[in-house]
C-alpha cells in the first residue's frame, strides 16, 4: 500500500527523525567542535584522547552538552524537508 502522509503526519515524523539524529550525533558533534577549536592541544589531537578527556573531567554528561540547542535547530529543518518531500512526491504522483 502507498499511502500518502499529510502535512502534520510529515511534520511530526520529520521532527521525531531530526530530534533522533541531532541527539544520537551530538558526542561526536562536541568531540568535532573541541577538536577544531582546540588550538593548545588540550584534547590530545585524536577523537579518542579527546572523548577520554571529556568523559573524564564532566562524565557522560559532557558528551551531550549543548544537545538542547543542537535538537533545535535541526529537528525544524528535517520538519520542513520531510513536509516538502512527501508534498513534491505527491504532486509527482498525481502527474503519472
Known sequence: DNAA???VEAAV???A???FSAAITNPLDRIKTLMMTDT???????V???ASKILKDEGIGGLFAGVAPRVGY???????FFVTYEFVQQ???KKE
Open 17 to 19: 527523525a531530526g530530534s
Open 91 to 93: 504532486k509527482m504522483q
Open 48 to 50: 579518542v584522547a579527546c
Open 40 to 46: 593548545t592541544n588540550a584534547y590530545g589531537g585524536s
Open 74 to 80: 535541526i529537528a525544524p529543518s528535517v520538519c520542513i
Open 5 to 7: 502522509l499529510s502535512a
Open 13 to 15: 515524523c520529520g521532527a
